[in-house]
């Protein structure tokens, strides 16, 4: 029940018309063989019982020299064969159910059971035997399977299958009208869901599904419009703001012997700096969340400067550039990203050495930042993507960023349509990985 839950609509739809029409098929063939053909069959093996039954009866009463102008009348008009001979032959094994009433029809004729035999003639057709006592003896009657005729099973099945290629095909092709506005819709909002912006879904179909493909429409441009103004809101705040700061510390530095208090001097300067920094951010990710283009680039030509400006003191990154990739990607955006996942393992692997992987194939670029860390945990790992979100409680800028570097790297992967995870570490630690398709 979950796999089928777990279907596409298309595809569940489909199943149900399917699964109904072919049921149904089923039912109205039961009942036609039940109260038809069945019938029919019945009556047909009553007759020829009475045939075969009759005709024992004239042949035995029948002088010896009309006695083979009857069984050659008999061939001709009816099909049998009359013989006396006691050859042995094997009981049938065909499931014929024509046999089994003929069978039946036996036993109401004479009182007693009469076995069907089998044998096959020269042109390798199967022939049909049944012994008919008589005071002389035994007489036997045959007849060969082209008599019977009809071939119930065959016909049952070439039915059912027929019915059941139709049914998929009309029940593929009327399903399918009814979701491919669905379907757009579903990747639309995937594509919403990642940061991107998806063409707008046609608004046809159904009544209710083109309502629903037009208010889908409106409210993706007025999504879109609520995060440009936001953004431009955001980056005109962070710009006004530089202005009074920068007079702030034009003023702090213009004071004569720091104001009288130089750790209350030194306090405030750090405070500057730290909501510059912050300032400067916002306007960084608000132009790369801007800058779209894409351009080839050397994936090496990206980690080397990052690696090497990360460094500090005896810190220890282990980058080795062992393989060339060129990707088509938003350089901009990678640079942030690698940068703030470099960051954050520097701030958070313990002064342990940190390791950079990078492996492309003809499908994607996958780069890893690992260290050696606490780690993060299992259920914490998509929450440190949310914006001012921190492990650390207590906000101390001693012991932990702003809580947006991870934020940003998880809004400037979707903008671009990549993949970024935080994974637990084989031996201990994290591992950030990005993961970029191939366009």
């Known amino acids: 029940m979950r796999a089928f839950q777990s279907q596409s609509y298309f595809w569940r739809i489909l199943s149900i018309i399917g ?31 009475s045939i075969v039954t009759h005709a ?6 029948l002088p010896l020299s009309r006695r083979e102008a009857f069984e050659e009348q008999m061939h001709k008009k009816h099909h049998l064969v009359l013989t006396s001979s006691d050859k042995l032959l094997p009981d049938t094994t065909s499931l ?17 059971e009469s076995a069907i035999k089998t044998s096959t003639d020269i042109n390798g057709e199967e022939w049909f035997w049944v012994d008919i006592p008589v005071s002389t003896g035994t007489l036997r009657f045959g007849f060969p399977r082209s008599r019977i005729g009809v071939k119930p099973s065959v016909a049952f099945f070439v039915l059912l299958i027929t019915g059941f290629i139709l049914t998929v095909i ?11 506005t669905i379907e757009r819709l579903y990747h639309a909002a995937q594509l919403v869901g990642k940061g991107q912006w ?20 409106r409210m ?7 995060l440009a103004n936001r953004t431009v809101l955001l980056a005109g705040i962070s710009h006004d703001l530089r202005t009074p700061l920068t007079q702030i510390q034009l003023a702090l530095e213009m004071l004569p012997n720091e104001g009288g208090d130089q750790h209350l001097m030194s306090g405030i300067r750090r405070d500057l700096e730290s909501v510059n920094r912050l300032i400067g951010q916002a ?12 351009e080839p680039v050397e994936i090496a030509s990206i980690l080397d400067p990052i690696v090497e400006a990360a460094k500090q003191g005896d810190q220890v990154i282990n980058w080795q550039n062992e393989m060339s990739c060129v990707f088509t990607l938003n350089s901009l955006a990678l640079q942030r990203i690698i940068s703030n996942l470099l960051e954050n393992a520097l701030r958070y692997g313990d002064g342990k050495p940190i390791s950079i992987e990078c492996g492309c194939d003809k499908k994607s670029l996958t780069i890893q930042v690992q260290d050696r860390g606490s780690g993060i945990p299992e259920a914490e790992r998509e929450a440190v993507f949310q914006p001012f979100f921190r492990l650390e409680k207590s906000r101390n800028s001693k012991t932990g960023g702003s809580g947006l570097g991870l934020a940003i790297v998880r809004q400037l992967a979707n903008t671009n349509g990549w993949t970024v995870q935080l994974l637990e570490r084989a031996g201990g630690g994290t591992c950030a990985k990005l993961v970029i398709p191939m366009d």
């Open 19 to 49: 699964i109904v029409s072919i049921g149904f098929m089923v039912i109205v063939l039961s009942t036609l063989a039940f109260y038809m053909v069945v019938p029919l069959g019945q009556r047909a093996t009553d007759d020829l019982a």
């Open 198 to 217: 998806p063409d707008p879904v046609p608004e046809e179909g159904p009544k209710e599904l083109e309502v629903l493909a037009r208010e889908f429409n």
């Open 170 to 180: 009309t029940a593929a092709l009327l399903t399918r009208r009814l979701t491919v």
């Open 220 to 226: 993706s441009i007025q999504v879109r419009e609520l």
């Open 283 to 294: 306007l960084e990710v608000n132009l790369e969340l801007d800058q779209q283009e894409k």
């Open 96 to 112: 014929l159910p024509y046999l089994n009433f003929f069978k039946n029809s036996l036993r109401k004729q004479l009182g007693h």
């Open 56 to 61: 024992a009866e004239t042949w035995e009463s």
